[in-house]
């Protein structure tokens, strides 16, 4: 799948970043839980948080394969900065497709520019893979929508100045899930403790609490009950974004293991000569291979105008699979060593397994494929 120039200048250029600006930050960022903001800015800088804001506003536009390059590229330096990258994006997608004029002149020529970072908030306690179950609820008083319920694991969290808010304006009605855009500064709106988790352990993943937030009945991006099928469209360009995460991940541990296996070495020659050791790597780096193959040939359907429900299904499930695969055998390789936080590939180790559960877990993605064979 050859790319064209442009692609290639701009997955250099962001490959360059990732090596010499976020790698050697993620160790500590990792360590101390806190995200790098000075690589957000550079992130701003190269115009990549506005990847999905029409040019009109200042963004980027850029197809979806451009976009499966970059998120490849940022999760090669660190899977927490391009997890927050992508949800802001998320945000920057549903105002820009579902907003009026007045929303997108609103809030996306400041969103290009990184501030205010965006956040998407879809999933509650009780309701993860089945949105439909949601409570939070939005009741229309006037020309005002009060909002009422808890969002659960949202990226951007503590960081996130606007959100892209789901809820039911019937909370008995499954079919009454609507989309809004949230000031994050809003009377009622609390961040709620910051998550600690396995990995991705920099990005701030918390719970939002909305106690009778007033919104403007303007801030409503969908028709009342539109929101799921909004979310769920939007979900689907997410998912080769997330699937173009684990592809970066997973070649960030296979470069890892390759180079450590030249320089180690055991029994008077380097680890790399040991047929066990060779043939871990030409598994590892077929399964990539693979992986990055269905990544790009859904964000292609995508620029093309299909349907790519299961082509983004089938790229998610099988790269972020091949992910946690790939780094469990990158920590293998290191032997003893890749249990220690002295060598990368134990947090890329960590760091693998969320790709098999935001943004629909392994299992939803193969009912979604299921679903698209069988009927």
Request: hydrophobic share 40%.
């Amino acid at each position: 799948m050859n790319l064209s120039d442009e692609q290639e200048a701009i997955r250099d250029v962001v490959r360059e970043f990732a090596v010499e600006e976020i790698r050697p930050t993620a160790a500590e960022a990792d360590s101390d839980q806190t995200f790098p903001e000075d690589v957000w800015d550079g992130l701003a800088d190269l115009d990549l948080t506005g990847m999905t804001v029409p040019e009109a506003y200042g963004g980027l536009d850029v197809d979806r394969l451009t976009y499966s390059l970059v998120n490849e590229e940022v999760a090669y330096g660190m899977l927490s900065v391009a997890t927050a990258l992508s949800v802001h994006c998320l945000a920057t997608s549903c105002i820009a497709e579902f907003g009026d004029d007045d929303q997108r002149e609103r809030w996306l020529p400041e969103m290009v520019d990184g501030r205010p970072v965006g956040a998407f908030a879809l999933s509650e306690p009780q309701a993860g893979s089945n949105p439909a179950e949601m409570t939070t609820e939005a009741r229309r008083e006037g020309d005002e929508y009060v909002l009422n319920g808890k969002k659960q694991w949202i990226t951007n969290g503590q960081r996130a100045g606007v959100v892209v808010l789901f809820a039911k304006t019937d909370r008995d009605d499954p079919r009454s899930v609507t989309q809004f855009v949230v000031p994050k500064d809003a009377d009622g709106l609390e961040v709620g403790k910051k998550e600690d988790k396995l990995g991705l352990r920099a990005s701030d993943t918390t719970s939002l609490v909305f106690d009778d937030v007033r919104i403007p009945a303007a801030n409503r991006l969908t028709e009342e009950g539109k929101g799921l099928s909004a979310a769920l469209h939007i979900l689907n360009g997410g998912r080769i974004g997330i699937a173009s995460q684990s592809v970066g991940l997973a070649q960030s541990a296979l470069d890892e293991a390759v180079e450590y296996a030249g320089e180690r070495e055991q029994f008077g020659q380097p680890i790399a000569e040991i047929q066990t050791i060779r043939h871990k790597i030409a598994d590892m780096r077929t399964r990539l291979g693979a992986a990055r193959l269905l990544a790009r040939d859904a964000a292609r359907k995508d620029d093309r105008g299909e349907d790519v429900e299961l082509a983004a299904s089938m790229a998610k499930y099988f790269a972020s699979e091949t992910a946690v695969d790939v780094a469990n055998e990158a920590v293998q390789i290191h032997g003893g060593y890749g249990y220690t936080t002295d060598f990368d590939v134990e947090r890329l180790y960590r760091d693998s397994k969320i790709t098999t559960i935001y943004e629909g877990t392994s299992e939803i993605q193969k009912k979604v494929i299921a679903r698209n064979v069988l009927g």
